[in-house]
């Protein structure tokens, strides 16, 4: 039998000039969301589709990766580009170029990476702490970008502890951006546990004047229209749910549209004919993306797992699929699959990715110590900003 979701014509999101008709948003994931992997979701539904972090020194510098990260595909008609940066001019520069050069129609901030290379430095989702400092830089990249709307990501704070998300809301709102995305973990939780929604719903009675987007376990479209309903989210951003399941946006989109007029609709259950086919189209994207093919078979190894979730793929088969080094190779592979295969049901969906454990945040030495940038913290979080891009 075919699962039924019920759908709900939501109303159009608003971020400053764009409008989109249906609430939904790629989250940035480094390593990922490269043009590949948005075009081939734009194929199967609607949204706002981010790229994956791009750092804003090496957009100064202009270091060969940010520059062929920071290009889109002619099909991608809004441009939608995330940056890391931990100093307001280097943030503003960076704005200042994106804008001047007419490379990007979307500015999304930073502020929710956990990872620790990132925070130890002060970065990403331990920034906000220090509120003063998070107010300026989006305060200068508001200002940079002019008309072209720019939005933050967080987290909701560093532990249970030091929870930030509500003055760094109100700080952001007030800095004038247009819209303000949360994903409902702090960055000690990593991806572990179950988001607490709870938090999208405080944030969303505390910010009143910019759409307010929800993130974390939306793994089906159900989920995106429950997080709707249960928080009074203006919209939902969608992560690792969508990895290995490029369709997720298809069943999205229809959900959220309400094509059927409060009818029930069926949701993309793809067979194994189809899973391999979209696989293969993944590939051929990251070909031209990276002009390379023995580079693109490298890239999509790390998707074979998440493709293939749940599906009656051997052992053998998949350890061959992530060790491929060319695109005929891989041809020959997915031939050998019974691309009759049905959908297998539960075993394909619900969370994929890493989760990860608990565990403490890496911070600089002292940065609970105070709500403000002291003695050489500022040097240190320049020095961490790095000029690499995607991760």
């Known amino acids: 039998m075919t699962p039924e979701i019920a759908t709900s014509r939501a109303a159009p999101l608003s971020i400053g000039p764009l409008t989109l008709d249906v609430p939904v948003v790629l989250a940035p994931m480094a390593g990922i969301t490269n043009t590949a992997f948005r075009r081939l979701c734009r194929e199967f539904g609607a949204g706002l589709y981010v790229s994956e972090m791009i750092t804003s020194r090496a957009l100064v510098e202009r270091t060969p990766e940010s520059m062929r990260l920071i290009n889109h595909h002619e099909s991608e008609t809004t441009r939608s580009i995330q940056l890391y940066g931990v100093d307001p001019k280097t943030v503003s520069d960076a704005v200042t170029m994106l804008v ?5 129609d979307h500015i999304d901030l930073n502020f929710g990476c956990p990872v620790p290379k990132v925070t130890r430095k002060g970065g990403g989702a331990a920034l906000p702490w220090k509120l003063g400092l998070f107010r ?29 998300y509500l003055e760094a809301g109100k700080a952001a ?42 993130n974390g376990d939306i793994w089906s479209a ?11 989210c203006d919209g939902v951003v969608v992560g690792r749910g969508c990895l290995g399941r490029p369709w997720l946006f298809g069943d999205l989109a229809a959900a959220f549209r ?78 050998t699959l019974d691309w009759q295969q049905e959908y297998p049901g539960a075993g394909a969906e619900g969370p994929r990715g890493r989760a990860g454990s608990p565990k403490k945040t890496s911070l600089p030495e002292h940065w609970l110590d105070s709500r403000e940038i002291v003695g050489a913290e500022r040097a240190n979080l320049t020095e961490g900003e790095g000029d690499t891009s995607g991760g």
């Not at 001047?100 to 990007?104: G, I, P, T």
């Not at 159900?222 to 009074?232: C, F, P, S, Y």
């Not at 391999?276 to 790390?302: N, V, Y």
């Open 173 to 214: 709102e007030g800095a004038g951006v247009s819209a303000i995305a949360l994903h409902a973990r702090t960055a000690s939780e990593h991806y572990s546990g179950v988001a607490d929604w709870s938090a999208i719903t405080t944030l969303k009675n505390t910010i009143t004047s910019v759409p307010v987007l929800g």
């Open 258 to 335: 309400g094509q059927c007029a409060g009818e029930e609709i069926a949701l993309i259950q793809p067979n194994l004919g189809r899973v391999a086919e979209t696989f293969r189209r993944h590939a051929e994207l990251l070909t031209e993306f990276f002009d390379s093919e023995e580079r693109a078979c490298r890239d999509i190894r790390k998707h074979v797992a998440w493709y293939f979730k749940g599906y009656p793929v051997g052992g053998d088969l998949r350890a061959s699929l992530a060790s491929v080094v060319s695109l005929a190779q891989l041809d020959d592979l997915l031939g």
């Open 222 to 232: 159900d989920d995106a229209l429950r997080m709707v309903a249960e928080t009074g």
């Open 136 to 164: 300026q830089i989006v305060e200068a990249a508001v200002i940079a970008a002019g008309a072209v709307p720019v939005t933050v990501k967080m987290r909701k704070g560093i532990d249970s502890d030091h929870l930030t």
């Open 100 to 104: 001047a050069e007419d490379r990007a």
